[in-house]
């Protein structure tokens, strides 16, 4: 059974800084591509960004391009999120998710249904 386990949530004002990390226990970690989503109270699941396997390329929501990096260490078996110049609109559960058996992953990055494994998520909180 694979666990993701995610860290690095917390209570931070507008125009700060988090960085989420998410332990993988698998051993083929190399071969994951990695991805970051969000929910916030009352509202759907939603893309956050994500990397490809081999690191890559990497593909971020429109609301957070510029401010949020993902990137992968194979090394460590994580992945991590960048979060800056947060806004009060990035508070939200922060969820990772892998994949390891993605067929066109340039077209469904952006699907919960494309990810197999999931953590169970950090919360993030940003005050005004």
């Known amino acids: 059974q694979v666990q993701l386990v995610e860290s690095g949530g917390g209570l931070v004002q507008a125009g700060g800084s988090l960085k989420l990390s998410c332990t993988v226990s698998?051993?083929?970690?190399?071969?994951?591509?990695m991805a970051w989503f969000r929910q916030a109270p009352g509202k759907e699941r939603e893309f956050v960004g994500a990397?490809?396997?081999?690191?890559?390329?990497?593909y971020y929501a429109d609301s957070v391009k510029g401010r949020f990096t993902v990137s992968k260490d194979d090394a460590e078996n994580a992945s991590y999120l960048q979060m800056n110049s947060l806004k009060p609109e990035d508070t939200a559960v922060y969820y990772c998710?892998?994949?390891?058996?993605?067929?066109?992953?340039?077209?469904?990055?952006?699907?919960?249904?494309?990810?197999?494994?999931w953590g169970q998520g950090t919360q993030v909180t940003v005050s005004s």
């Open positions: 990397i490809k396997w081999n690191g890559d390329t990497t």
């Open positions: 698998e051993r083929t970690f190399i071969s994951y591509a």
């Open positions: 998710a892998a994949t390891a058996f993605s067929i066109n992953y340039s077209e469904s990055y952006d699907k919960t249904s494309e990810y197999e494994q």
